[in-house]
């Protein structure tokens, strides 16, 4: 018996192939969710497969007080696609926030003999986890609730407003395209003024790319989409392919700062995970020149349907309103598995594999419903 934390839709899917679904019925569903951003090159797909068998017949888990190939060798595509220097992997995108906090806090502790800066400046609107200390960054009144007392030190500042950062900052933190808060990219004047704001100040420049990175949003991370240079990012949901996996990846001056014993994770960097996500980094690399044209024309199909659309990459929305449960209704009769997100927003983030002609199953099914 399972506990009742998910008011989970009355389908039972058995099985994935290529970019589809199949639910105990034996009934077939184009998926347009990707378990959430997770299955960026859909399902059972042959490379990430053999690569999970290999590993699973060779080295299933090693502590991290040892080295281990797959581990080493994904840590160095990681910061060869960041621009960035020094990975530590978790298994979560919260896990992965929750090291960006204390990389933060750490950066700062070591600088000063004084009490040293620990706030952290966060977006209203934003998402960032469910631990304890991650929903205390998240931006959204709606879930501060029934766990207080929540960790301190965070506060929230408008997105896209003049930007005002309170007395003993040590870092912000945001996503470029707010997820849960409703598929909202962020101006690039205002990502850019964050950017400076912290260069100047010494305070870390901290991105979520949780949701929107290893292609998401047609750049191997959103914020190459306008020439932001972070001083580290948090990862999880699509390097797995399917398998849990996050981490962060930091500038090279920033190395040493999780001494140590100061963090740690017993699954984090585990073979069989590594060795999956090397294999959808492969296959990504391929995608990734095509992701923004289907993009672009999955807003269009959008907007002639709602009259609106938003996002970046295949990182979709539109606003439904009130009519949002009954559209994903009639989207899961019609055989497509769609997601919601904050503010009555209907969200698409299929794999990264689709194909146009999928892509006009899916034009000719949401034409279909009322």
């Not at 959430?36 to 497969?49: D, L, M, R, T």
């Not at 840590?75 to 298994?91: P, Q, R, W």
């Not at 750490?106 to 998402?127: G, M, Q, V």
């Amino acid at each position: 018996m399972l506990m009742n934390n998910y008011k989970r839709y009355n389908v039972t899917f058995v099985k994935g192939e290529g970019n589809y679904l199949f639910d105990d019925k034996g009934r077939k569903y184009l998926d347009m969710s990707a378990g959430i951003g997770v299955n960026s090159i859909g399902y059972a797909h042959p490379e990430w497969v053999k690569a999970v068998e290999g590993q699973a017949q060779t080295l299933a888990h090693a502590s991290n007080l040892f080295h281990t190939q797959p581990a080493q060798k994904l840590a160095d595509e990681i910061a060869e696609k960041t621009g960035l220097h020094s990975v530590f992997f978790a298994n979560s995108g919260a896990e992965a926030n929750e090291a960006l906090i204390k990389l933060a806090r750490k950066y700062s502790f070591d600088k000063t003999d004084s009490p040293a800066r620990h706030k952290i400046a966060t977006l209203s609107n934003s998402f960032h986890g469910r631990t304890v200390t991650t929903l205390s960054a998240t931006g959204q009144d709606r879930l501060h609730k029934y766990f207080d007392p929540f960790t301190e030190g965070f506060y929230h500042i408008e997105p896209n407003k003049k930007l005002e950062l309170q007395g003993e900052t040590c870092a912000v933190l945001i996503e470029v395209v707010q997820g849960e808060g409703g598929i909202k990219p962020l101006e690039p004047e205002f990502l850019r003024e964050i950017q400076k704001k912290c260069a100047d100040n010494d305070i870390l420049f901290l991105i979520d790319e949780i949701q929107t990175g290893f292609g998401r949003c047609g750049e191997w991370f959103a914020y190459q989409n306008y020439g932001l240079t972070p001083d580290a990012i948090s990862f999880a949901k699509g390097v797995g392919g399917g398998l849990p996996i996050g981490g962060i990846v930091a500038r090279e001056g920033l190395k040493d700062v999780l001494s140590y014993g100061t963090h740690g994770s017993t699954f984090g960097g585990n073979p069989i995970a590594c060795a999956g996500a090397l294999a959808t980094i492969e296959v990504i690399s391929r995608l990734l020149p095509g992701i923004k044209s289907k993009g672009e024309r999955l807003k269009l199909i959008l907007n002639k349907k709602f009259g609106n659309s938003r996002g970046l990459g295949l990182m979709l929305g539109a606003t439904i309103g009130d009519n949002l449960d009954d559209i994903i209704t009639q989207l899961l009769e019609s055989g497509i598995v769609p997601l919601t997100a904050g503010g009555g927003t209907l969200r698409l983030l299929p794999p990264l594999t689709i194909t146009e002609k999928e892509i006009d199953e899916f034009e000719k099914k949401l034409a279909e419903i009322g």
